[in-house]
């Protein structure tokens, strides 16, 4: 079992910057791919980006590709996500999570471990 802690949420205006971070608890971080969701009032959770177990492999949503940049340190059993030119649309609670594979799903429906998310909140 892993248990996920996301931290590092807040407001920001249009065109800043957040950087998100998922603690894992527990000695087999390393054994999970992981991802980032999102999910904003009255819409569907949805894909922000995943990266592999080891994390040489990273795919991102469409909508945040070149703009967000996650990232894993297995030593320290962290993830992190980095958020530049921030939107409106952004504007969410982001949730990590794990899945007992080698690369991430973009469907949430495939994961096993969820934190209880971190809002964020982008101003225009």
């Known amino acids: 079992q892993v248990q996920l802690v996301e931290s590092g949420g807040g407001l920001v205006q249009a065109g800043g910057s957040l950087r998100l971070s998922c603690a894992a608890s527990?000695?087999?971080?390393?054994?999970?791919?992981m991802g980032w969701f999102r999910q904003a009032p009255g819409k569907e959770r949805e894909f922000v980006a995943g990266?592999?177990?080891?994390?040489?492999?990273?795919n991102y949503a469409d909508s945040v590709a070149g703009r967000f940049a996650i990232s894993r340190d297995n030593a320290n059993n962290t993830m992190r996500l980095q958020m530049n030119s921030l939107k409106s649309e952004d504007t969410a609670v982001y949730y990590c999570?794990?899945?007992?594979?080698?690369?991430?799903?973009?469907?949430?429906?495939?994961?096993?471990?969820w934190g209880p998310g971190t809002q964020v909140t982008v101003s225009s």
């Open positions: 999570a794990a899945q007992r594979r080698i690369y991430a799903s973009t469907n949430w429906r495939a994961y096993d471990y």
């Open positions: 527990g000695r087999t971080f390393s054994s999970y791919a």
């Open positions: 990266i592999s177990r080891g994390g040489a492999s990273t």
